[in-house]
């Protein structure tokens, strides 16, 4: 059986103080390493025979605890970055909220943002979704682990599974250093077997 293993990276500094990421290299904080840690031999239970990372370092070294364990190569692929967030990366949700109330208020609604040089979603979507897609195909038989980040994993999952947009608006964004899990059926495709796992 085909199975995914899609890990949201531990926690960085820019998460613990509610700071857009998106694209920007920000690295795992103290308590990110630590998740990465714990949650390393729980996802080496699953046996990966590959793991597939963003190659952000917050998701790349949070992959590298468990390769650690497995002795696993990890393979990096730019599709699975963050969404990228433009003019809001390095500001506060705080700082965004004031200066573009607007904007801010549709993002929160899980609506489209114009400008700000913010990244579409259905392309985030497409790139994710394309990325795991690929992951999978390296161990079509076995598990595979893939870490990346909670905004961009969440759209590729409505790709995968065909969820709507208004399906998709109620699932929350991964918890730090928690997971997906999906299988492939030869008949229905992806299937969701749990979400937001650790």
Known sequence: MNRLIVVRHGRTGWN???????QTDAALDEVGRAQARAAAPRLAELAPAAIVASDLSRAADTAAELAALTGLEVRLDPRLRERSFGQ?????????????PEGYARWQA??????FDIEPVDEVA???AAALQDAADLAPDSTVAVFGHGASTKYALGVLLGWPAPVLRTVRVL????????????????????????
């Open 126 to 128: 497409k790139r994710t």
């Open 175 to 198: 918890g730090n250093c928690r997971w997906v899990e999906l299988h492939r059926d030869a008949v229905r495709g992806w299937q969701l077997d749990g979400y937001n796992l650790r």
């Open 88 to 100: 809001w990366q390095g500001l506060r949700n705080s700082e965004i909220a004031e200066r573009f």
């Open 16 to 22: 613990a103080s509610r700071r857009v990421q998106g």
């Open 110 to 115: 899980g609506q489209a943002v114009d400008g």
